[in-house]
């Protein structure tokens, strides 16, 4: 009996060694820094709410949440290759999912992080990409009042994950 437990806890040592060394290496290939993990909305982690800015009316899920001792850091991963320049639509993207970090967790990021599939950028958030960020979600608000917000996709997967699509004209089947 004795000989069993010790092949049992040498057998859990060597697997716990193993997941170590394994998530050391996913971290590395991914180009994440280390950090608790505090959110998640990837693929098959989803049921987590999503965060909410109400004065700004504005509602998301960024993909990851890591706590580092910088702060709460959102992280949006792309499954694409990386451009040479990160998409200023991607930038955006990352800069609404730090003033929902700001708003919702009370916390400001310095940063956030764009995760392509073969490299990550970092990316300030600066007091001048948050006043951008507004300028942009002001003038997408007066567009919506006004009814000129237009569809500008032909994906009807989008379209059904969008937050508009039972008052959108435009929703492709």
């Keep these: 009996?004795?000989?069993?437990?010790?092949?049992?806890?040498?057998?859990?040592?060597?697997?716990?060694?193993?997941?170590?060394?394994?998530?050391?290496?996913?971290?590395?290939?991914?180009?994440?820094?280390?950090?608790?993990?505090?959110y998640t909305d990837l693929p098959g982690e989803r049921g987590r709410p999503p965060l909410r800015a109400p004065r700004y009316r504005l509602i998301g899920r960024p993909d990851l949440l890591l706590y580092r001792d910088e702060g709460v850091i959102p992280v949006e991963v792309k499954?694409?290759?990386?451009?040479?320049?990160?998409?200023?639509?991607?930038v955006l993207?990352?800069?609404?999912?730090?003033?929902?970090?700001?708003?919702?967790l009370g916390v400001r990021p310095p940063y956030g992080l764009?995760?392509?599939r073969d490299r990550t950028f970092v990316l300030e958030y600066t007091e001048a990409q948050r006043e951008a960020l507004l300028?942009?979600?002001?003038?997408?608000?007066?567009?919506?009042?006004r009814g000129e917000a237009h569809r500008q996709h032909r994906s009807?997967?989008?379209?059904?994950?969008?937050?508009?699509?039972?008052?959108?004209?435009?929703?492709?089947?």
């Design 93 to 104: 993207q990352l800069m609404a999912y730090c003033l929902l970090v700001e708003e919702a």
């Design 1 to 38: 009996m004795g000989s069993w437990l010790l092949l049992l806890g040498v057998g859990l040592g060597l697997l716990s060694a193993m997941l170590a060394l394994l998530s050391v290496w996913l971290r590395r290939s991914t180009g994440l820094p280390a950090g608790p993990v505090v």
């Design 156 to 173: 009807a997967a989008r379209c059904r994950a969008c937050g508009f699509r039972e008052i959108c004209e435009e929703a492709l089947g």
């Design 114 to 116: 764009l995760r392509y």
């Design 79 to 90: 499954g694409s290759p990386a451009p040479e320049r990160p998409h200023p639509s991607h």
């Design 135 to 145: 300028q942009v979600l002001e003038a997408m608000q007066q567009n919506l009042t």
